[in-house]
């Protein structure tokens, strides 16, 4: 690769560009002239071969581009045709049977940004022009990029312990994959743990979610990580390396059978935030943004009844 960024392979400094219009049927010549723009950019600067097809998707189409490559010594591809997302691999893969760097074309969308959502032939034409003007003076920048295998660390890790992490959990454990589901709460179930009934159907809701819970705490391949926080991200895809805090529970995991012996005992007695404990109709506790709400309540209510004994 020399400075200018162009290619060496093939004993020039200056691209050699081939240019390709596609009539895609009638969908782009209908509108566009796509006979005068092959003969205006047959001349234009590093152009070497400029020229139009039907269907340039075909099988015959993606020979001439291979064909034209070899007998005039092309290393750079422009096609001026549909949408990239529907046939950029197709002609990725035409490039790299001839022989070419498969990131050594550009394809420029005049279908879709031009015949399609343009009524007037004139104004559809010179918009067609100036895209692939842009598409020749963008594909001499190209460099060759190669594509390689990486090893990837098969685990994944979700953060937020509701039903869709919950879901998405089992999911991806039932598939064989390792997952670490991290929850900032000190319980999963999120805020449908919260609710009586589900929309539309009326299901009860810890019917739904309680099971799912369950298969959580006991799937091995799922690591459980409650009252836990993500603090760091970094790495790149198949390989990130992320720092969970973990906050301190004041209870040992380990041994912990859920008998809620510690909880009676302990004078704090610790409840998420969001969270109601009733026994029956009574509420017998509620986490602090709760506890918070109702205080504020009351002070307003007391306000009120305050004010209406002054009047």
């Not at 047959?42 to 400029?50: H, N, P, Q, W």
């Not at 074309?105 to 842009?134: C, H, P």
């Not at 000190?186 to 298969?215: E, N, R, W």
């Amino acid at each position: 690769m020399s400075d200018s960024g162009f290619h060496h392979d093939r004993g020039h400094t200056r691209p050699r560009i081939g240019l390709y219009v596609c009539h895609c049927g009638t969908n782009i010549s209908r509108m566009v002239d796509v006979v005068k723009l092959a003969e205006e950019y047959s001349k234009f600067g590093d152009v070497v071969v400029s020229k139009h097809y039907r269907f340039m998707c075909s099988e015959p189409g993606q020979d001439l581009i291979i064909k034209d490559i070899k007998e005039n010594n092309l290393d750079r591809v422009v096609v001026a045709a549909c949408s990239p997302l529907m046939h950029e691999p197709t002609f990725r893969k035409a490039l790299e049977r001839a022989g070419l760097n498969r990131y050594f074309f550009e394809m420029v969308n005049i279908r879709e940004q031009v015949s399609w959502v343009t009524t007037d032939y004139d104004a559809a034409t010179n918009k067609a022009r100036n895209l692939i003007r842009g598409g020749i003076a963008r594909v001499g920048l190209h460099q060759p990029l190669e594509m390689r295998r990486v090893p990837i660390t098969k685990r994944v890790l979700i953060v937020g312990g509701g039903i869709a992490g919950i879901e998405t959990a089992l999911q991806l454990a039932d598939g064989g994959v390792e997952v670490i589901l991290v929850e900032k709460e000190d319980s999963i179930g999120g805020h449908m743990a919260m609710f009586d009934k589900t929309f539309p159907t009326l299901d009860c809701a810890a019917c739904i979610l309680t099971p799912k819970m369950v298969s959580v705490g006991q799937n091995s391949k799922i690591k459980l990580l409650t009252y836990s926080e993500v603090e760091e991200v970094a790495g790149y895809v198949g390989n990130f390396k992320v720092k969970v805090r973990k906050k301190a529970r004041y209870v040992d995991t380990e041994i912990c059978n859920g008998c809620g012996a510690c909880y009676e005992a302990c004078p704090s007695r610790p409840l998420p935030s969001m969270r109601k404990l009733r026994m029956g109709n009574e509420i017998k506790k509620m986490g602090p943004a709760l506890n918070h709400s109702l205080a504020e309540g009351e002070k307003l209510v007391r306000h009120e009844v305050e004010h209406a004994d002054v009047h």
